[in-house]
C-alpha cells in the first residue's frame, strides 16, 4: 500500500513538498484554505518571481533557535544549482540579474503554471477552500479534522507560510497542531519599511539615495550593513536596502541606522574632495555646495543637520570645521530606528514553529514523528532577493523527500 502524505498549504514550500513527495512513490493530497494554490508567488518580484540567488548561504537567513545555522543543512541539500535544473526540468528558464533569478519570461504566473502542471502529472490531489480545524496523532499514523469530515494519512507536512503581506487575522497560530506541544516563536515583521526619527524626515519624504545603510545596536554594536536604494518616506525609510537590513535587526523595537551617502569615498578623501570644491565652487550659495553628489533636498538636511543654517552663506565662507561636520554627517546620517511598518506591509516574518524541535535534515518534528514542517511555517527569515523562496524550495524538499521516502524503510522493516 502506498504511504500517504498530506501536506497543509499550498504556498510555495507546500507544492515542492507534494512533488517531491510524490516522486518519491507517496499518495500525496495538498489542502489550501484559498480558492488557489500558490497566490502569494504570483506578488513576488513584483510579480516577475524572483525565486533565487545565486549567492545563497546561511548567514543570509536568521532564527532565534539555538543552533544559528540549523536551516543550512537543507540549504546544502538542496541548493540554489539544484533549484535551477528543477525549474528547467519542469520547463522554466531562469534568467540573472544582479544575482537574483527570475523565470526567462518575467512572469510569476508562468511559475505557477507550471508548478501546477507538476502536480497534475504527479497525480497530485489538491483540495481548495479547505480548512484544517485539528490534526491529531492515530494509530497508522495521522487524523486531519477538516470542514467537510476526517482524513487519514500517514505523514503530515505543514507549509501553513507566515502573516507576511495578509490582512491582520488571516494566518494560523498553529492551534490546530495544539496536541502535539510545539513552541511557536512569536511572528515579527522583516523584509519592511522601518519608521524612525529624525527632524528631517518629512522635508526628506519621496527622495531616493544610493546609499550604505548601517544598523547598530544599544550598544552600539553593528548588527548589519547594506548598500543599495534608499527611500525616505513621512514615517521613517523603505527600499530593497532599508528591507534587507530589517532582517538583521528582527525582534528589536529600536536601534540605530547610519546613512552613508557617499559610501565610495574614505572619510579624509570626503573632506580632501569637499575642501577642494569649496575652492572651486566659492561663489555658490552653502544650499547649492553639494549639487551634483545628492539630490538637493537631501543636500539641504546634511548641511542643515552640520550646524549651518544658513543655507544663503557663500561657500568660500564655509569653515574647516563647518566642512568637516558636512563630510561627516555625508558619512553618517543618522536615524533612530523606532518600529516597523507592520505585519501586513512586510515580505517575511521571523516567527514560526521552533527550529530546536525540529531534525534539521528532515523537518522532521523531534516531538511528534510523521509530523514534518516546512518554509515560512518554521522560525527561519532571509535577506531580500530569493532568498526566502530558496528557503521554501530547500525546507519543502527536504520534509518532501523525507516523509514521501517513509514507504521505503517501511518495505525494507517488513
Same mark, same amino acid.
Given at each position: ?6 501536506? *497543509?498549504?499550498?504556498? /510555495? ?6 512533488? *517531491? ?104 490531489? *489538491? ?20 470542514? +467537510? ?15 507576511? %503581506? ?16 510545539? +513552541? ?13 526619527? @529624525? ?37 521613517? *525609510? ?6 534587507? =537590513? ?52 537631501? /543636500? %539641504? ?25 558636512? /563630510?561627516?554627517? =555625508?558619512? %553618517?546620517?543618522? &536615524? @533612530?530606528?523606532?518600529?516597523? @511598518? ?7 516574518? +521571523? ?15 523531534? &516531538? ?34 523525507? /516523509?514521501?521516502?517513509?514507504?521505503? @524503510? ?5
Amino acid at each position: 500500500m502506498k504511504n500517504k502524505v498530506s501536506i *497543509i498549504g499550498g504556498g /510555495a514550500s507546500g507544492v515542492m513538498s507534494a512533488i *517531491i513527495a510524490a516522486r518519491e512513490g507517496s499518495d500525496v493530497t495538498l489542502f489550501e484554505k484559498n480558492d488557489r494554490i500558490l497566490k502569494k508567488l504570483l506578488r513576488t518580484g513584483n510579480g516577475r518571481c524572483n525565486f533565487s540567488n545565486v549567492s545563497i548561504k546561511a548567514d543570509d537567513y536568521v532564527t532565534s533557535g539555538r543552533d544559528k545555522r540549523w536551516h543550512k543543512a537543507a540549504l546544502d541539500m538542496f541548493t540554489h544549482d539544484d533549484t535551477v535544473k528543477f525549474f528547467e526540468n519542469i520547463g522554466v528558464l531562469c534568467s540573472v540579474e544582479e544575482g537574483r533569478c527570475y523565470p526567462r519570461s518575467g512572469q510569476a504566473a508562468a511559475v505557477v503554471d507550471m508548478l501546477r502542471f507538476e502536480l497534475v502529472k504527479q497525480n497530485v490531489n *489538491i483540495v481548495t477552500n479547505c480548512r484544517i480545524d485539528a490534526v491529531k496523532k492515530s494509530s497508522t499514523g495521522f487524523k486531519i479534522m477538516t470542514e +467537510t469530515g476526517e482524513k487519514h494519512s500517514g505523514s503530515v507536512i505543514v507549509a501553513t507560510g507566515s502573516p507576511a %503581506s495578509l490582512p491582520g487575522g488571516e494566518y494560523t497560530n498553529f492551534g490546530f497542531l495544539n496536541e502535539f506541544r510545539h +513552541t511557536v516563536v512569536p511572528y515579527f515583521p522583516v523584509l519592511v519599511q522601518l519608521t524612525a526619527e @529624525n527632524e528631517f524626515l518629512k522635508a526628506l519624504s519621496g527622495q531616493k539615495a544610493h546609499a550604505r545603510l548601517t544598523a547598530y545596536d544599544s550598544r552600539n554594536h553593528m548588527l548589519s550593513e547594506k548598500t543599495g536604494e534608499l527611500l525616505f518616506t513621512d514615517y521613517g *525609510i523603505s527600499g530593497i536596502v532599508t528591507m534587507s =537590513l530589517s532582517v538583521a535587526a528582527a525582534g528589536l523595537k529600536r536601534y540605530k541606522v547610519s546613512v552613508n551617502f557617499v559610501p565610495e569615498y574614505s572619510p579624509s578623501e570626503l573632506y580632501a574632495m569637499l575642501a577642494a570644491r569649496r575652492s572651486s565652487l566659492g561663489h555658490l550659495c552653502a544650499e547649492d555646495f553639494l549639487t551634483g553628489i545628492i539630490s538637493k533636498r537631501i /543636500a %539641504s538636511a546634511v548641511i542643515k543637520k552640520s550646524g549651518s543654517e544658513k543655507l544663503t552663506t557663500p561657500v568660500s565662507e564655509l569653515s574647516d570645521t563647518q566642512i568637516k561636520a558636512i /563630510a561627516a554627517h =555625508l558619512c %553618517s546620517f543618522e &536615524l @533612530n530606528i523606532t518600529g516597523t @511598518n507592520g505585519i501586513k506591509n512586510a515580505q517575511v516574518c +521571523t516567527g514560526g514553529i521552533s527550529t530546536d524541535e525540529v531534525d534539521k535534515n528532515t523537518m522532521e518534528s523531534k &516531538l511528534c514523528p510523521g509530523l514534518y514542517f516546512a518554509g515560512e511555517a518554521l522560525d527561519i527569515a532571509g535577506d531580500c532577493g530569493g532568498y526566502n523562496l530558496q528557503w521554501a524550495w530547500s525546507s519543502g524538499f527536504a520534509a518532501g523527500k523525507s /516523509a514521501g521516502g517513509k514507504h521505503e @524503510n517501511n518495505n525494507k522493516s517488513q
